[in-house]
Structures are given as C-alpha cells and as structure tokens.
C-alpha cells in the first residue's frame, strides 16, 4: 500500500512538471482567471489566502490541544496525525520548491496583475498544499460529509484564490493539491501501521 502511495505521487508529479510547463494552457488559463477576474471578489480572496496558513496550523493544535483537555486518546491521536500531515506537507513542498526553482508567473509574465504577497519559488502552490493537506486530514479524522465537504470546498477556493491573484499557475495549484492529498494519505497509512503493530506487540505480550 505504501509503495502505492509513493508511485502514485510520483507518478503525478512527474507528469504536472514534465507536461504542465511546456504548455501553453498554463499561462492562458492563469491570464483569463487573473486579468479577467471580477474585482469586486479580491477582498475575499485575499481574506481566503491569508487564513490558510493560520487555519492550516490551527486546526491540527486544537484538535490535538481538545485531545489532551478532555483526556481522550482518539482526538489525541487524530490531532497528532493531523500534525503529522502539516510537517510531511511543509516539508514535501518546501523540498520540490528548492529542487524545481519555477519563478512566480508575475516574475516571468510581468503584465498580470498581482494582488497578494509572494515569496519563494512558485511551484507547488504551499497554500494550496497546505489547504488540502488540512481537507484530507480532517476528512480522514472525521469522515463526515458535513465535515469533508466544506473542508474541500474551502481547499479548491484557496487554490482558485492563488490564481485569481495572481501568484500562481495552474499547474501550481494542481501540484500543490497533489502534495496535499498525498501528505496527508501517507501519514494516515503510516500512522495505522505504527498503531497496528503496537496492538499486535501488546496482545503478544497478553
């Protein structure tokens, strides 16, 4: 199952960087959403972007802090494997920045219309990562629909929110997402797998 995981991301990735970027699709698509945007919507977007990072960071330390409070040892360790998934994220993203070194679309394409700050190199989008990374963590934490649809749904708008500013590609987005979901996914799978074995170990010593 983990290998699985691995090739599937590798699989993804592989084909958004070798694919996305040569085509033309990717700065047409980021042109007609950021210079043909509706202005009216950049406050919210803007309040979208810049709650990501505290909501990505916050939602895991509540649960896992609500965890500890109430002495429940399934919220702790869903908040702990929420954590889990933040760390792998941050870490997977950070890591395909450095390698792959894609400058901002408004760095190359100096005509878009940047409405955000932006820092780094551009490719994955972290938000977007970070924002799926949370959706897929609490998805698999609470698998409720009333809890895995606004997740998303407030995932997919932070992407949309990266482009409609300005600060991304669409191949950025989409790899971010990627990241995400499969940060999140594999430190669900290695978190079973370390519980599992530890269940296993006590009932031998029984």
């Not at 300005?166 to 790899?175: C, E, I, Q």
């Amino acid at each position: 199952m983990l290998s699985r995981i691995l090739v599937y991301f590798y699989m993804c990735s592989s084909f958004i960087v070798s694919n996305c970027f040569a085509q033309n699709w990717d700065i047409d698509l980021l042109k007609n959403i950021n210079l043909e945007r509706n202005k009216s919507l950049d406050p919210s977007f803007k309040f979208i972007t810049n709650s990501v990072s505290p909501i990505s960071i916050g939602a895991p330390v509540a649960v896992l802090g609500f965890g500890w409070i109430q002495k429940d040892s399934s919220l702790k360790s869903k908040g702990i494997f929420m954590v889990e998934a933040l760390c792998v994220n941050a870490f997977t993203t950070t890591a395909l920045k450095l390698a792959i070194k894609r400058d901002r679309p408004f760095v190359t394409y100096p005509y878009l219309d940047k409405q955000a700050d932006a820092g780094s190199y551009s490719f994955p989008s972290g938000h977007t990562s970070s924002a799926f990374a949370l959706a897929t963590s609490l998805s698999l934490a609470f698998p409720k629909w009333y809890v895995i649809a606004p997740s998303y749904a407030y995932a997919c708008a932070a992407g949309y929110s990266r482009m409609h500013l300005g600060v991304h590609y669409p191949s950025d987005v989409l790899a971010g997402a990627v990241v995400g979901v499969g940060s999140a996914v594999l430190s669900h799978y290695v978190q079973r797998k370390i519980s599992d074995n530890l269940t296993k170990k006590k009932a031998l010593k029984l």
